[in-house]
């Protein structure tokens, strides 16, 4: 592969952000859902702000290291041969100068952010990184490990105001985070042809997928459920919300069960019902925070 410079006319923005995924960052805003639970969202904005952008880059980080480690086995993926570093277009050299940007992007934020903050974003990189060298090839772990990884996010977000979050609250999103996984690997295993299947793909069985699916998607409505009652026992407005989540969670099963899981989010965006039951659980949460 030939070494380019990365201001070469081939390494074009397009193709440097499309290396950073761009698509993956809504997942980042995991980093809001406990200042927004505690009703401090509007007073610790501008704190959010900077951890939700450095959480974006850290998140950037890693699928940088994981893109490059991988750019060879990914030639042999029907969408992900097209990736930057796979289909060759970016270089080691691009590849060390996107590390460096979102190394300092990353970084920066950090000194505006409490230190808790930054022992949470260490701790996600560890969990990032580990899972690209190591545990990505570990069936079930992997799962656990990448779960972990959308609760950190939400663990930063109570590390920004000072406030430990619920019981109820971390097992939902761990929990949340496991049946959308569950389900993404289930997708893997039924669209993906065999050769182009990870390793630790093979491992699994249809059948204890949507086992774990099953188990995740009771504990998460369930703890949804807990966390209401806990926190908001005399909010009707509160409670409603238990219909508008159970609806999304669901639709998300059936969309699942259709095969359109392999992107959770693409599907999160691209299915109106999705869009919907997210939209008015948000809006009835926000009327009992702030109205």
Not at 41 to 56: D, H, V
Not at 274 to 282: E, S
């Amino acid at each position: 592969m030939s070494m380019q410079n990365p201001n070469d006319q081939s390494a074009t923005p397009s193709l440097y952000l499309t290396a950073l995924r761009p698509k993956q960052w809504n997942k980042n805003f995991l980093v809001m859902s406990a200042p927004i639970a505690a009703g401090q969202f509007f007073l610790c904005f501008s704190q959010i702000f900077l951890g939700l952008l450095s959480f974006i880059f850290a998140s950037s980080l890693g699928y940088l290291v994981n893109d490059w480690k991988d750019k060879k086995s990914d030639l042999e993926h029907p969408t992900k041969k097209n990736r930057p570093f796979a289909s060759g277009k970016l270089s080691f050299r691009h590849f060390s100068f996107l590390v460096f940007i979102c190394f300092v992007l990353t970084a920066t934020p950090l000194f505006f952010l409490p230190s808790n903050f930054t022992l949470t974003l260490l701790f996600y990189l560890f969990i990032t990184l580990s899972y690209s060298f190591v545990v990505k090839q570990v069936p079930v772990l992997e799962m656990i490990w990448l779960s972990s990884g959308f609760l950190i996010r939400a663990l930063a977000g109570s590390a920004i105001i000072a406030e430990p979050p619920t019981g109820w609250f971390v097992t939902s999103v761990f929990f949340g985070a496991l049946f959308m996984i569950s389900g993404k690997r289930i997708a893997e295993l039924i669209s993906v042809g065999v050769v182009s299947r990870r390793k630790v793909i093979h491992t699994y069985r249809e059948g204890f997928l949507k086992s774990i699916m099953t188990m995740s998607l009771t504990i998460t409505i369930m703890t949804y459920c807990l966390w209401v009652f806990q926190v908001h026992s005399n909010s009707t407005l509160a409670q409603i919300s238990i219909l508008p989540f159970t609806f999304t969670v669901l639709m998300y099963l059936f969309s699942c069960d259709q095969g359109d899981a392999e992107v959770p989010e693409k599907l999160l965006f691209s299915n109106k019902y999705l869009v919907f039951g997210m939209i008015l659980t948000t809006v009835l949460l926000l009327m009992v925070f702030y109205g």
